[in-house]
């Protein structure tokens, strides 16, 4: 069972910037993708951003250009630089990590982030 603990949230104003981590508790041997995925109040999950283990990376649309997804897979971890930050982008984002032999997927607790206008 491997477990991810989330971090770097917190509250930022408006063209603010956070990072956020993710830190697993276990290598993952075999092909992955890790992703960001985010949930505001009322609305339903969705992807922020994806890496595989070979550095591939996926962008949701509204955080092109503003938003980089990195991973260390010496350290377990990936990361999240969130830059020129807007009020959507305020929610509480989850990591996640999908394994595709057996598929599997696993989630962390979230880590709220907050951006006041």
């Known amino acids: 069972q491997v477990q991810l603990v989330e971090s770097g949230g917190g509250l930022v104003q408006a063209g603010g910037s956070l990072r956020l981590s993710c830190a697993a508790s276990?290598?993952?041997?075999?092909?992955?993708?890790v992703a960001w995925y985010r949930q505001a109040p009322g609305k339903q999950r969705e992807l922020v951003a994806r890496?595989?283990?070979?550095?591939?990376?996926v962008y949701a649309d509204s955080v092109k250009g503003r938003f980089t997804i990195s991973r260390d897979n010496a350290k377990n971890a990936v990361y999240l630089q969130m830059n020129s930050l807007n009020v959507e982008d305020t929610a509480r984002y989850y990591c996640?990590?999908?394994?595709?032999?057996?598929?599997?997927?696993?989630w962390g607790q979230g880590t709220q982030v907050t951006v006041s206008s």
């Open positions: 890496i595989t283990n070979s550095g591939l990376t």
């Open positions: 996640n990590l999908h394994v595709i032999i057996p598929s599997t997927d696993y």
């Open positions: 276990a290598r993952i041997f075999s092909i992955n993708y």
